[in-house]
Structure formats: C-alpha cells, structure tokens
C-alpha cells in the first residue's frame, strides 16, 4: 500500500524557519515526481512546491520562491521542504503528494494526511 | 485569487447530474491535456478523481466523468448521492513561470 506520512509541523513565529519531512513507502519512491500542496484553514488548495524524480526539475509558487526550498533523499525514500522567512500567511496543512510520473505533470496521487504549520506570534 | 476559476457552489439532488466547471488559459488547460480532479470531504485529504482529462483512476465511479473544450474543464457527476457531497478542485499543468502546477478555487457540492 502507497503511503506518504508528513512530519515537522508546529507554532512557529513570523521569521522563523522550519523543516517539513515526507516518509514514503509502498512504492518506488525514485521513479516519480513528488509536491508540496497547503491548505490554509478553511481555504483551497494551492501547490506549494515539486521536485521530479531525480531533481532535476523543481518548481515553486511565486508566493514562497526565495523563501521556501524542496529536497528529496532517494536513498531514504523522503522529501522535505525547508521554509525560511515564515510569515502569517504561510499558515496551513501542508500536504505531500506523489505524482504519477517522474516529472512534474500535477496528478497527485494519493496525498498524506497533512502536517499543521502555524505561523504565528 | 486561484489561477483556475471554478463556481464557489453547485447543487443537485439525488439521482440527478451536475457539472462543475474548470476555466484556466491557453497556458495551462487550453494548452495540455493534463487536467486532473479531486473531491475533498471534510477533515480528509483529497482524492484523485479524474486525471488527463477524462480518465478514472481504479476503483473511481463511473458516475464521475471529465471532459475539456478550450480553456474550459468539466467535471459531470450523475446519479448523484448523498456520499458525492464534497469540495472538489481542478487541477492543471501550467507552462506559466516557474510554475508547474495550477488549482481552480474549489465547488462546494451540496446534494439536497
């Protein structure tokens, strides 16, 4: 069974950083692109980040690039996303998604349950 | 503001059909075949529905089915029930920027 656990959410303040982590398992995790998609309470989803399967294709929302930086350890089957500068509106469920390609075509599938991020003073 | 634009609501009763559309550019929907959909009930992560256009994933209704013309995506539902009550976003690849990827704002779908 596919399964992406996320971990590393907290209450952070404003300027602060964080590290996301995303546990992959039940597939092989080197063969395909992998997002960050956030859900800020009671709003949409907005696609945060994605790598492809070797990294050699990233991508970022224009509302976290310079900030916000994705990563992934083939070797232990994880992604992460480091988030610098956090500010307010930065607040949500950030979600982990497998891609059902090596490169980044934007079909998630399936998400992990979430981790909470709260920016917040 | 979401890059796709989607009807904040829709609404149907059981047994009937309902179409939510999905209007993006011709840098993203109109350009690529690479629309997908997503249901999200409440407190759970969403579900891949439909994904290049019209394509179930395994174990998918037949009763969801996906459909584009021009810059516009189409997600139909019919025989509605009580269970399709949900969110439910579109998704495209984009060609914009630095960007890969684009959602619409979300539907709320309400089965009366």
């Known amino acids: 069974e596919v399964q992406l656990v996320e971990s590393g959410g907290g209450l952070v303040q404003p300027g602060r950083s964080l590290r996301l982590s995303c546990a992959a398992s039940?597939?092989?995790?080197?063969?395909?692109?992998m997002h960050w998609v956030r859900q800020a309470p009671g709003k949409g989803l907005e696609w945060v980040s994605g790598?492809?399967?070797?990294?050699?294709?990233?991508g970022y929302a224009d509302s976290v690039k310079g900030r916000f930086t994705i990563s992934r350890d083939n070797a232990k089957n994880s992604l992460y996303l480091q988030m610098n500068s956090l500010r307010a509106e930065d607040t949500a469920l950030y979600y982990c998604?497998?891609?059902?390609?090596?490169?980044?075509?934007?079909?998630?599938?399936?998400w992990g349950q979430g981790t909470l991020v709260t920016v917040s003073s | 503001q979401s890059a796709l634009t989607q009807p904040a609501s829709v609404s149907g009763s059981p047994g009937q059909s309902i179409t939510i559309s999905c209007t993006g550019t011709?840098?993203?929907?109109?350009?690529?075949?690479?629309v997908s959909w997503y249901q999200q009930h409440p407190g759970k992560a969403p579900k891949l529905m439909i994904y290049?256009?019209?394509n179930r994933p395994s174990g998918v209704s037949n009763r969801f089915s996906g459909s584009k013309s021009g810059n516009t995506a189409s997600l139909t539902i019919s025989g509605l029930q009580a269970e399709d009550e949900a969110d439910y976003y579109c998704?495209?690849?984009?060609?914009?920027?630095?960007?890969?990827?684009?959602f619409g704002g979300g539907t709320k779908l309400t089965v009366l």
């Open positions: 998604a497998k891609d059902w390609f090596g490169e980044l075509l934007g079909w998630f599938d399936p």
């Open positions: 039940g597939f092989t995790f080197d063969d395909y692109a």
């Open positions: 790598i492809s399967w070797n990294s050699g294709s990233i």
């Open positions: 011709s840098s993203d929907v109109g350009g690529y075949n690479y």
């Open positions: 290049d256009v019209s």
């Open positions: 998704s495209s690849y984009t060609s914009s920027s630095t960007l890969y990827v684009v």
